[in-house]
């Protein structure tokens, strides 16, 4: 591998975490909640039909997801060919702002 990317999507989530009962965020997924909202149809304004992500799939996000959540999005294609190395992961710190959050994901990427 040449190169790597590593996309920090703030405040999207792709499932909770163990512990989110102590931060209140029980149920905490916004890529499973989209993905349900437009398989529904209830997200048919200037689009239609199951969400679409096709790059961000083929990059991972999809595979990710089932594996934060052990299922795959409503009506996302969990058998599209990863091209990418994709990964999931848990918050080293407590904080809810930017900084102390994307802190612990620089260090854990060897950026720091």
């Known amino acids: 591998m040449k190169r ?10 792709i ?6 009962d102590r931060f209140g965020d029980v149920g905490a997924d916004t ?8 398989a529904k149809g209830e997200a048919d304004h200037g689009r239609k039909g199951p969400l679409n992500l096709p790059n961000l799939t083929r990059l991972g996000l999809v595979k990710a997801h089932e ?11 969990g058998n599209a060919e990863v ?7 848990h918050e080293l710190s407590s904080g809810k702002d930017t900084p102390s ?12």
């Open 15 to 20: 499932g909770a975490t163990e512990d989110a």
């Open 4 to 13: 790597a990317f590593i996309m920090v999507l703030d405040s999207f989530g």
């Open 67 to 77: 594996g934060s959540t052990g299922k795959i999005a409503a009506g996302m294609d």
């Open 31 to 38: 890529l499973g909640h989209i993905a349900e909202a437009c």
């Open 101 to 112: 959050g994307h802190w612990g994901n620089r260090r854990r990427a060897g950026a720091v």
């Open 83 to 89: 091209i990418g190395a994709y990964a999931w992961a």
